[in-house]
């Protein structure tokens, strides 16, 4: 069971829903958070991924593979602006499994 939060930096807006540790698991699978300094996104790559590039992993979005770093929004700072972020608490937890 997973409780996903949504995270918000409050001076450019990037928001992302995610566990407060930085990976998960759900029934599809255990996921790990990723920032990728090239694109400026938080990326979730599995862990079956991870495996099976033999953690030679790369940004689903943009595809490198030289800027990704793990994250998770307690320690991680925006990747657009490099801000804390915040826990919006306008917006539920959502419980998935």
Not at 49 to 72: F, K, M
Not at 74 to 89: A, F, H, Q, T, V
Request: charged share 25%; glycine share 6%; proline share 4%.
């Amino acid at each position: 069971m997973a409780e996903w939060r949504t995270y918000v930096c409050k001076k450019c807006g990037y928001s992302v829903q995610t566990e407060p540790n930085g990976h998960y698991a759900l029934m599809s699978g255990e996921y790990y958070n990723f920032k990728c300094s090239k694109c400026k996104n938080i990326v979730y790559i599995s862990a079956d991924e991870l495996a099976r590039s033999q953690y030679d992993v790369h940004c689903p979005i943009c595809g490198d593979t030289e800027h990704l770093s793990t994250w998770n929004p307690i320690e991680g700072k925006c990747p657009r602006c490099n801000r804390k972020m915040e826990l919006d608490s306008s917006r539920g937890i959502m419980m998935a499994d």
